[in-house]
């Protein structure tokens, strides 16, 4: 884009929420819920979580005072835009008894537009991950389309690195480059003041409506110098780039055996996954004879995931770790031509044990004395 | 669930959506097995397919599952699948009757290599069940014979109860055009056949390893020991051909279920070329 960068004060933020909304999109974008920051509609500028960050460990997230008022002072929670994207529940028809047979309908394609708020570049990455899922495939999911279509996407440069991120390892962040149609980065304290790039012209046309100064090269280095210093204070970091042919070539190695008897199988890594994908249906009846087909995110770290006839293909909790991180790391690259791990690190943050799939990788590798913890 | 406030529109052009299809035929086979002949049940013909493929069979309130089409691909006027009754579903299914509705999703998935086969020996090895999604494949070719070399059709079933569509075979075996046997697991006073397992048959196949083109399908495990037993009778690895079984939901590569490594069995398989699989079939609860 030939656009220049513009500077807004967070006058200039409330600005762009309310013409966002004037546009007629849902705004969409991180608040503060059950002490966390959780995704969810953002009607003013208030709120956003002003003053809020996080702390994140292997198994701990704690919300905590900044001693600024930074409104994006935080790293990712435990939701990931795919909740939107790819609903957690959906209906995918109705059949109701019509004479003789059945008369099966959906319901009407949904006219919301959202238009996403302080999307992560992590997260940019895992949209497109999803995007190659859903749209690319040869069979296109008309459900995400529909919801996906037009989603106006706002991205923040992170300033802060949380402590179970690894986004530079995956080569996924922390700035933003492409897949935005705005990108903003946060200068807090006084002013509190914003840059702004815009990455689309529908992003350009919505910024030349904002009260704004034009940015000078002294803003540009200050906001260089933010993602640098978060390149530089990633919490884990993982070697990646032999990661496929590392875990494919040691499907039987013994510690497989050793993060099974720390997995509980819970599957919370896989719904805070920003690119986890899959699903089951379930039927639902009434006393009428109609019948409902839902769609619901499924994990394979169920028995039931693999069941077929006879029982499960993957009855132990040691295979379906195995399944889960080897399709993430490894076989995710033949089917999709990209890692399906952006190291946003909320698997590690979530993980009711503290599993850490960088650690996993490193004992696998054998390169980290005592098990490796991954950490710089 | 959010409240079903939207109003229900007309279903097109979703791939997750079923078409509802009559039963018109219903044929008992052995035990708890049904093969059922699909029809229309509108105006618009039903869908082709290419053997080895697979739909899915809706029945409501119940639930979906993938069945194999086990009919023959020349005849577009109807849709024959074999089911057999092993959870709520396939039980479901295999209760239907004659002018029942169901719903059905496309056939899908990859086919047999029959353009491949065409000048070349031909292997079909069953294992139980395996045999419904290969029946097609013979169909073709015993309608095709002369486009063949050596044929060979070897088949294993569990016991002389568990044999499918037996008459059939009763009759295949009279041709002289083609080497059949059939073995069974475990024997009862009825058999006057060969019993042990498939692979044992294998030495003796009278086909020309290296213009040999072999199809086998049963139960994983047999797979294994069949596809690496052709593999030693000398016929390459990549003239075996195997259709591997996962749990399916989607059967359009979205779901997640039939991962295994770099596959998605719904979409790229289930016919799979052995030396693609060979490795990952040999990798326990992958």
């Known amino acids: ?42 009607v003013t500028v208030d709120d956003l979580p002003a003053g809020w960050t996080d702390e994140q460990d292997g198994g701990r997230y704690r919300l905590k005072r900044r001693a600024d008022n930074a409104l994006f002072g935080y790293a990712v929670g435990p939701h990931a835009w795919k909740r939107f994207l790819h609903q957690p529940l959906l209906r995918l028809w109705r059949a109701e008894p019509d004479g003789t047979g059945m008369q099966v309908a959906t319901d009407a394609k949904p006219t919301e537009r959202f238009a996403f708020l302080a999307v992560r570049s992590c997260e940019l990455h895992a949209i497109a991950i999803q995007d190659r899922v859903f749209l690319q495939g040869p069979y296109v999911d008309p459900h995400y389309q529909a919801r996906r279509d037009g989603a106006f996407i706002v991205a923040v440069n992170c300033g802060e690195a949380g402590g179970t991120c690894f986004c530079v390892s995956m080569n996924t962040g922390p700035k933003a480059a492409t897949g935005y149609d705005l990108a903003l980065t946060e200068f807090p304290g006084e002013p509190h003041e914003f840059l702004l790039e815009a990455g689309t012209e529908r992003g350009a046309a919505l910024l030349a409506r904002l009260p704004q100064r034009p940015s000078t090269p002294a803003d540009a280095e200050r906001a260089d110098a933010v993602v640098a210093k978060t390149a530089g ?120 044990v503290g599993i850490d799939i960088t650690e996993e990788v490193s004992a696998i590798r054998g390169d980290a004395p005592g098990g490796g913890h991954g950490r710089a | ?138 169909y073709h070719v015993l309608a095709n014979r002369a486009r063949f070399g050596n044929v060979a059709l070897l088949y294993g ?74 593999s030693d009778t000398g016929i390459p690895d990549s003239s075996i051909w195997v259709s591997l079984e996962r749990n399916m939901e989607c059967a359009i590569g979205l779901c997640g279920h039939c991962q295994v490594e770099g596959l998605f069995v719904c979409k790229d398989g289930p016919v799979l070329r052995y030396d693609r699989v060979r490795r990952l079939m040999g990798v326990k609860e992958l």
């Open chain 1, 1 to 42: 884009m030939s656009h220049q960068p513009v500077v807004v004060g967070r006058d200039g933020l409330a600005a762009l929420i309310a013409a966002l909304h004037s546009d007629g999109f849902r705004v969409l974008g991180p608040t503060v819920r059950d002490d966390a920051i959780v995704y969810d509609d953002v």
């Open chain 2, 157 to 230: 079933a569990r016991n002389p109860a568990d044999i499918l569509f037996r008459s059939q075979l009763e009759m295949w075996r009279k041709r002289l055009d083609v080497q059949l046997d059939v073995m069974v697991d475990h024997a009862d006073s009825s058999w006057h056949g060969r019993v042990g397992a498939v692979t044992l048959l294998l030495p003796r196949l009278a086909v020309d390893a290296a213009r040999a083109t072999a199809l086998v399908c049963g139960p994983e495990v047999m797979m294994r020991f069949v596809a690496a037993g052709l």
């Open chain 1, 233 to 352: 204070n990633m919490g884990r970091h993982m070697r990646s780039d032999d990661v496929p042919d590392l875990l494919l070539d040691n499907l039987e190695h013994k510690r497989w055996d050793d993060v099974a008897a720390r997995c509980l199988s819970c599957g919370n890594c896989t719904q805070v996954c920003p690119t986890c994908f899959c699903t089951a249906v379930t039927d639902a009846n009434d006393l009428s004879g109609a019948t409902e087909r839902t769609r619901r995110w499924d994990s394979c770290f169920s028995q039931n995931f693999s069941y077929i006839h006879g029982g499960a293909v993957r009855p132990s909790p040691r295979s379906r770790y195995r399944q889960w991180m080897t399709h993430k790391l490894a076989s995710w690259v033949e089917q999709f031509g990209t890692s399906g791990c952006v190291g946003c690190g909320r698997c590690i943050t979530w993980c009711p």
């Open chain 2, 1 to 138: 669930m959010p409240a079903i406030t939207e109003p229900l529109a007309p279903a097109e052009g979703d791939p997750m959506l079923p078409r509802i299809v009559r039963v018109g035929k219903r044929a008992r086979d052995h035990n708890g097995t049904v093969t059922l002949t699909l029809e229309s049940a509108d105006e618009m013909p039903l869908p082709t397919f290419r053997p080895g493929q697979f739909t899915m069979l809706y029945v409501f309130g119940v639930g979906e599952i993938p069945v194999s089409i086990s009919g023959d691909a020349a005849d577009e006027t109807c849709l024959v699948q074999t089911v057999r009754a092993v959870g709520a579903v396939s039980q479901a299914v295999t209760e239907l009757q004659p002018g029942d509705t169901l719903g059905l999703r496309r056939p899908f998935g990859t086919a047999w290599p029959l353009e491949d086969l065409n000048g070349r020996d031909v292997v079909i090895v069953a294992g139980g069940l395996g045999l419904a999604p290969l029946r097609s494949v013979i």
